[in-house]
């Protein structure tokens, strides 16, 4: 059994780039989840997914934010034109009811 | 603005003592509540989720609700060094479908040899 996966662990970019980032679920999970991570502060949610449905938007995700989940399976997350407060660690989770798993995460960095 | 709260901290128990860890929110409605345990550097990992009033016991671990209180707790009985993390309280939003998280800031532990 793998668990949730995330890819890339880690990016570097410079400021007004884009980035994007894949998170792999559990495969029998048909929720999925994304959250942002700032030091010293808990998860905070910015959208879900319900197969491939995005039923919720946080308003923490501007319009340079956009997340797919095609066909059920797979997500992504695309920041464009980043800046540097969105130097964070981006987590992705999956659950197949109220419990949430979670990936190990993709920590951005913005120079 | 639906919000979970966490006791202060840090906190720091010597190995072998229980740890409180406490937690409070706001919203009347939610049903259910989780703890998570974070490593430094590491994500998020479920340790115990709890449904209803009362106590729920997994091991080391007790996570207590009182809804009338709008409170919740986790005890770690026999500390370990192992424990030391940063331990997050986390409650859906009631109403819907009951799925995203609202999480608190977390208290930090430290278990001391």
């Known amino acids: 059994d793998t668990g949730v996966s995330q890819n890339p662990r880690h990016k570097i970019t410079k400021r007004g780039q884009n980035v994007t980032f894949r998170c792999d679920p559990i495969s029998e999970h048909n929720r999925l989840y994304w959250y942002r991570q700032t030091l010293g502060q808990g998860p905070e949610f910015l959208t879900y997914?319900?197969?491939?449905?995005?039923?919720?938007k946080s308003r923490l995700l501007s319009d340079r934010f956009s997340a797919e989940r095609p066909k059920g399976s797979f997500s992504t997350l695309e920041i464009q034109r980043t800046e540097q407060g969105d130097s964070a660690m981006y987590l992705c989770?999956?659950?197949?009811?109220?419990?949430?798993?979670f990936g190990p995460g993709t920590r951005l960095t913005v120079t | 603005q639906k919000e979970v709260e966490q006791n202060s901290g840090p906190l720091s128990v010597p190995e072998g003592a229980i740890a409180s860890l406490n937690c409070t929110y706001s919203?009347?409605?939610?049903?259910?509540f989780f703890w998570y345990r974070q490593y430094s550097g590491k994500s998020p990992e479920l340790i115990m989720s709890?449904?209803?009033?009362g106590d729920k016991e997994d091991g080391r671990f007790t996570a207590q609700l009182n809804k009338a209180s709008q409170y919740v707790s986790l005890l770690i009985r026999d500390s370990q060094p192992s424990d030391s993390a940063t331990y997050l309280c986390a409650g859906p939003n009631s109403g819907g479908s009951n799925y995203k998280l609202t999480f608190g800031k977390g208290t930090l532990l430290t278990v001391n040899p």
């Open positions: 997914f319900q197969n491939e449905a995005q039923l919720e």
């Open positions: 919203d009347r409605g939610s049903q259910s």
């Open positions: 989770a999956s659950s197949s009811l109220f419990e949430q798993y």
């Open positions: 709890i449904y209803s009033n």
